[in-house]
């Protein structure tokens, strides 16, 4: 990867404004100006601006909604939080910190949980992103994400496509950017598959960042030997904005809402459907909840949601998909089969690659790799259902940072080094058993 590492170090610095605000795209736009972008001052047009000193209200959305630490000594009292519906997101040796609403907190109380400190969101962001840097428009809503991944199929129409895989539930479309030299948009392929997804989760802003990065990545290197070789053998798919209602609902107000799920307007009119505990994998018997208002709402049953269910229509009708993963953030982790059982996967040669892959790529993120109900049982789970349904190599990664809202500095970083891992995964995507 020392191709990359000199693309970084040369990372041109000439002046480029084609992301801020509402400036067309530029048409010579490249890898390297992309990223001189990321690390440029800010635009005038604070797409995802920093939560504010300054600010005199919380959102209606914050209200009532606290940052909780709970004690939790292992991963059955883990896997025991998830389902009075805390939405963990910090683990500690003998405790979980995680965000909780109103019947949340009941359930805590009312089941004996121990709740070692609780503080408003409201709080919690003010003490948080006080020190961010004011960089944060380097981020893509939905529309500079759409019209990015235009360019990018524009500027490479013999070898990437751009489609719609459905709509969500407010009615925008989940693209899909394909890097394949010989099909294109939704025509079958014999040739074997890779899917890259972002953003299940809607304020894992970084997760849409690093596949989309990672697209322009790849194309910007199409004439690179290894790069060339995967075009022309493999069918690559990248989706870097699956939950795009519930990006654009995290960031509408100007301040962040801590909004995880998508935008399913629920029985008991609460919003939103966790899709990542939506898919038909133990559908709902773990480390899920079934309460509608919940973080970890699992839905009214398996693939109740446009999104999980596109993401299902999708991967059927491919069955040439091998290696896959879903990005999320936060935690600097590489997840594998199963997250819904303490079982292993049954396959030992499966076992096996999970193990190898997720090593290897762990060595060049820096990520720990592991099993991923090592760290607690949730079930619905995207990865789970990809492997079990379609026999895909389906990793979770858990991108870095110190929370959800790490600022624009880390983009240029969190990009490179998960373009290693995704490239390496490539290289084993036409016979994952070769890496063993
Ligand atoms: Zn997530």
Redesign the pocket.
């Known amino acids: 990867m020392k191709r990359l590492l000199l693309s970084l170090a040369l990372a041109n610095l000439l002046p480029y404004t084609a992301f801020a605000g509402e400036t067309p795209v530029a048409p010579n736009i490249s890898f390297d100006q992309l990223l001189s972008h990321l690390t440029a001052a800010p635009a005038e047009t604070a797409v995802i601006p920093e939560p504010s000193a300054e600010r005199a209200a919380y959102s209606p959305e914050e209200a009532g909604r606290y940052w909780v630490t709970v004690e939790a000594a292992d991963k059955r009292a883990r896997t025991r939080l998830l389902e009075a519906g805390l939405d963990i997101v910090e683990i500690n040796k003998d405790s979980v910190s995680g965000v909780a609403g109103a019947y949340t907190l009941g359930q805590l109380s009312s089941k004996a949980f121990t709740v070692l400190s609780k503080t408003t969101l409201a709080q919690r962001a003010f003490s948080v992103t006080k020190d961010f840097p004011a960089g944060d428009a380097a981020y893509h809503n939905f529309r500079e994400t759409t019209d990015l991944l235009r360019e990018m199929a524009a500027k490479n129409p013999d070898i990437a496509s751009l489609f719609s895989i459905g709509k969500t539930v407010e009615g925008r479309d989940i693209w899909c950017l394909r890097i394949n030299s010989g099909a294109k948009g939704t025509a079958v392929s014999a040739k074997p598959g890779a899917l890259y997804i972002g953003n ?2 809607a304020r ?1 802003h970084l ?1 849409n960042e690093v596949p989309l990065l990672l697209a322009a990545w790849l194309l910007e290197h199409r004439n690179d030997a290894d790069i060339k070789t995967y075009i022309n053998g493999l069918d690559i798919y990248i989706i870097p904005m699956l939950n795009p209602d519930g990006a654009e609902n995290d960031i509408k107000t100007g301040s962040y809402q801590y909004y995880r799920k998508n935008m399913s307007v629920n029985a008991d009119k609460s919003r939103g459907v966790d899709l ?1 505990r939506n898919y038909d994998s133990w559908w709902c018997e773990a480390g899920a909840s079934n309460y509608p208002g919940a973080d970890t709402y699992c839905g009214p049953k398996a693939f109740s949601e446009p999104e999980s269910q596109a993401v299902k229509k999708f991967i059927e009708a491919r069955r040439n998909l091998k290696t896959h993963i879903s990005y ?2 936060y935690a600097s982790e590489i997840l594998y089969p199963w997250g819904g059982s303490d079982a292993d996967v049954p396959s030992v040669k499966d076992r096996q690659v999970f193990e190898k892959v997720g090593a290897e790529m762990g060595k060049l993120t820096g990520y720990r790799s592991y099993k991923s109900s090592e760290m607690y049982v949730a079930t619905g789970d995207s990865c789970d259902w990809a492997y079990a349904a379609a026999g895909i190599f389906a990793f979770t990664f858990e991108l870095e940072g110190r929370g959800f809202y790490p600022g624009a500095a880390i983009i240029t970083g969190a990009v490179a080094r998960n373009i290693k891992a995704a490239v390496y995964l490539l290289s084993v995507t036409d016979n994952p058993y070769k890496a063993i």
């Open positions: 299940h989760h894992e997760s990542n999320h953030s």
